[in-house]
């Protein structure tokens, strides 16, 4: 399921998955009841209690009941499916012991978490070998029709590498993780870079350098191979990072750009590009039209919520419907597309108010303080995983099907394995 959850063309398949692991883990549930019904596990049912705000809204508060009931019969039940899936997965794994089945779980998780790259990275050596060419910049909408994929998923894989390189190894999985992950890291850093992802190498230096600091500062002797692990990563990330910045140089005036796409009364290009020009930033150049309608629809998007703090109902394209409402010279839909702006949790919070955003930021964080202090390789990735999310989900456009499907999952997950021991 991890695998192949963002490919395209596998809907039917990753239904049946789904329906078969959710079917798998209602069982597992069912038998954790002494946890589930604790008080001290009150944050699982505020989780869950997010699917009976969906229902409130849609009968109370629609703004458009065809669309949101037909989101309901589809994504949302598909989430629901991935939120059981993550909970019994969380209640199963925070009960294995570090033994050969407890090692082999962990290895089939990164495994799957690594399907996206690896996918990604097959394709691309087809291309290579079909045009006889070795680089192909912008590659990436043969396999996945768009950037997050990469992102969301490519970052998850780095957060289950170095959970697992900040567990106690053995000296037998250091002789295989540690020359491992290398090279994954550097896979996925090639990877951001054939796809010319500025999210992506965003989060790439912020994960790396939180490992780096991480094995500077609580380790007091590194060893040798971890530290020219540490450097051979450094040195290739950049590498990737100077050809990356030489090929865009839009990051050159990025704070200038973030400056004019704020003032969105003055310059009203990210109302409809046709319509309006780009604008001069304070630099004296044309902004950059990615980064300026980023900042702009991040700044229209936090006024639309102070006056649409219950939301509009949608996973799908709720702030083009409250812009257009706001603003009548803003985009006009094309069938039921309307604009999403290019943040997840803004999309989410204007789809579904702040109390939606509430009920699921709450047990995400709470499981993140839980794992504070505990040991092994689950309570490392929820201590990776949870940061790295949050901040995915902030600058990636991914308040969408399967993505939303992969959230709820991951959500679930961490609240599982963070979930109280209680006496039967």
Known sequence: MLAIWPLPNTIALRQLLLVTGALVATTIVRSSKSALCSAEN??????????VWLGFHYIVLSSNREEQWHELKS???????ASLIGLALGLVVR???????GRLLIGVFIAGLAGTVAIYLARYLIEVVRTRQAIHTDF???????KTPLVVF??????????KLSTDLSAQEKRVWHPLSILVILCVGMTYYFANTKNGFIVFILIFLAYAFRVVG?????RTPERWGTALIFLALVGFLKVHIDTNPAWLNFYADIKAGHDIERNQNWKNAAQYPLPINDQGEIAN???????AWATAGAILVQEHPLGYGLINHSFGALALQKWSDFYKPIGKYRHASHSAWLDFT?????????LVMLPLWVAFYRASGQTGFWFEWVRWSVPVLTLVYAVTEVCTAHFIEFLFFNIALVSGITARKTKP
Not at 42 to 51: G, T
Not at 75 to 81: E, H, K, N
Not at 140 to 146: E, T
Not at 350 to 358: N, S, V
């Open 289 to 295: 039209a990615s980064t300026y309608e980023r900042s």
């Open 350 to 358: 204007l789809g579904f108010g702040i109390p939606g955003l509430a």
């Open 42 to 51: 009150w944050n699982i049912w505020v989780f869950l209690s997010f699917f």
């Open 95 to 101: 009960r294995t012991k570090t033994d050969q089945r």
């Open 218 to 222: 609580t380790r007091k002797h590194v």
């Open 154 to 163: 490519g970052s998850m894989l780095l957060c289950g590498l170095f959970s």
């Open 140 to 146: 990436y909408m043969v396999p996945y029709l768009g």
């Open 75 to 81: 994504d949302w039940a598909r989430a629901l499916l």
